[in-house]
């Protein structure tokens, strides 16, 4: 998400405070892109929650789970808002910091992490020795000075030219791909040899099926002494537009915790054979369930190439086959 589409998704969450505190609403906050998500998530929080006596914005604090304090006949609640143009929108995919299995103590020790990893094995070198197999790069290319903008500017052009079934091109991004493959099956292998802490595994794979995903947040959450108690008390509502209505859904988080963990007697991470990914499992009578699925992956450009990160997927989240969401604007 871009910083001016975050920002637009703040000054709408204090929309939601302000319809909840029964304040004025500026012509600015109706011009939000997100208003009509805004107005239908407030309406919904009042049904649900009937004696609200105030409503706080939580901002970008890293120190507690939800975006809304509110509080209702003195019990206080989170509240999560996640709001979506689409149709779905709702199970939780997400990409994360490429060091978040070692960041956040799922393994005990000094682990190594990806990025090091790479380091060691001279990642950025040896991509740079296959991208220049290809010796026919546009002068403007071959001009840039910044190493690191070269690389990714020389994997773009190549990219382009695959395109067009440049069978040089093709053959360089393929061996690039299939070496840096290699590298995160080795490294996951690595990982697979460590002590892994449970109570850890378990508070990450919590944080992230709550869509808690940013690093500082991840960081700072997971450590908390009071965090089972604090997420007892939060729901997330989702909004997504359909059929020209906006859908508001809104789910318990506290109670699916509270049956994740009452189901489950540990947790820990697997490393299936030859994969690129890991998999979070609850152990459940000694019988392990996948949870999560974390891909060791690159965002831009290829595989190998630039922004390497966590590709999340979420295997508990049930596919929507029927948006079957109250809708707000019918009632």
Same mark, same amino acid.
């Given at each position: 998400?871009?910083?001016?589409?975050?920002?637009?998704?703040?000054?709408?969450?204090?929309?939601?405070?302000?319809?909840?505190?029964?304040?004025?609403?500026?012509?600015?906050?109706?011009?939000?892109?997100?208003?009509?998500?805004?107005?239908?998530?407030?309406?919904?929080?009042?049904?649900?929650?009937?004696?609200? #006596? &105030?409503?706080?914005?939580? *901002?970008?604090?890293?120190?507690?789970?939800?975006?809304?304090? +509110?509080?209702?006949?003195?019990? =206080?609640?989170?509240?999560?808002?996640?709001?979506?143009?689409?149709?779905?929108?709702?199970?939780?995919?997400?990409?994360?910091?490429?060091?978040?299995?070692?960041?956040?103590?799922?393994?005990?020790?000094?682990?190594?992490?990806?990025?090091?990893?790479?380091?060691?094995?001279?990642?950025?070198?040896?991509?740079?020795?296959?991208?220049?197999?290809?010796?026919?790069?546009?002068?403007?290319?071959?001009?840039?000075?910044?190493?690191?903008?070269?690389?990714?500017?020389?994997?773009?052009?190549?990219?382009?030219?695959?395109?067009?079934?440049?069978?040089?091109?093709?053959?360089?991004?393929?061996?690039?791909?299939?070496?840096?493959?290699?590298?995160?099956?080795?490294?996951?292998?690595?990982? #697979? &040899?460590?002590?892994?802490? *449970?109570?850890?595994?378990?508070?990450?794979?919590?944080?992230? +099926?709550?869509?808690?995903?940013? =690093?500082?947040?991840?960081?700072?959450?997971?450590?908390?002494?009071?965090?089972?108690?604090?997420?007892?008390?939060?729901?997330?509502?989702?909004?997504?537009?359909?059929?020209?209505?906006?859908?508001?859904?809104?789910?318990?988080?506290?109670?699916?915790?509270?049956?994740?963990?009452?189901?489950?007697?540990?947790?820990?991470?697997?490393?299936?054979?030859?994969?690129?990914?890991?998999?979070?499992?609850?152990?459940?009578?000694?019988?392990?369930?996948?949870?999560?699925?974390?891909?060791?992956?690159?965002?831009?450009?290829?595989?190998?190439?630039?922004?390497?990160?966590?590709?999340?997927?979420?295997?508990?989240?049930?596919?929507?086959?029927?948006?079957?969401?109250?809708?707000?604007?019918?009632?």
């Amino acid at each position: 998400m871009g910083k001016h589409e975050r920002q637009l998704i703040e000054e709408a969450e204090k929309i939601i405070v302000k319809i909840l505190n029964s304040q004025r609403l500026t012509s600015s906050d109706k011009k939000n892109h997100w208003f009509k998500h805004a107005f239908s998530i407030a309406k919904r929080i009042k049904k649900d929650f009937p004696n609200i #006596s &105030s409503a706080r914005h939580l *901002g970008n604090r890293y120190d507690n789970a939800g975006d809304i304090l +509110i509080t209702s006949r003195k019990n =206080k609640y989170f509240i999560e808002v996640k709001m979506s143009d689409t149709r779905l929108g709702v199970g939780t995919k997400a990409n994360i910091s490429q060091d978040a299995l070692t960041e956040n103590h799922l393994f005990a020790g000094q682990v190594k992490s990806w990025s090091q990893f790479r380091q060691e094995k001279d990642h950025e070198k040896w991509v740079n020795d296959y991208l220049n197999h290809f010796t026919r790069y546009p002068g403007n290319i071959s001009k840039i000075t910044n190493p690191v903008l070269r690389k990714e500017e020389k994997a773009r052009y190549l990219r382009k030219l695959k395109a067009k079934r440049d069978k040089k091109a093709e053959s360089i991004l393929n061996d690039i791909h299939e070496r840096d493959k290699k590298e995160k099956i080795e490294y996951l292998t690595h990982l #697979s &040899s460590q002590n892994q802490q *449970g109570e850890m595994i378990k508070r990450f794979f919590i944080l992230i +099926i709550l869509g808690i995903h940013r =690093k500082e947040e991840l960081e700072n959450l997971i450590r908390k002494d009071d965090f089972f108690r604090e997420i007892q008390n939060l729901f997330v509502y989702y909004s997504n537009f359909y059929k020209g209505k906006i859908a508001v859904r809104q789910e318990d988080v506290g109670e699916r915790i509270k049956k994740i963990l009452e189901k489950y007697s540990d947790f820990k991470i697997v490393f299936p054979a030859g994969s690129t990914h890991c998999k979070i499992v609850g152990i459940k009578d000694k019988v392990s369930e996948t949870l999560l699925q974390i891909v060791l992956h690159w965002k831009n450009i290829a595989q190998g190439i630039k922004t390497p990160c966590l590709n999340i997927f979420d295997l508990t989240a049930k596919p929507v086959l029927k948006f079957a969401l109250i809708n707000i604007d019918r009632e």
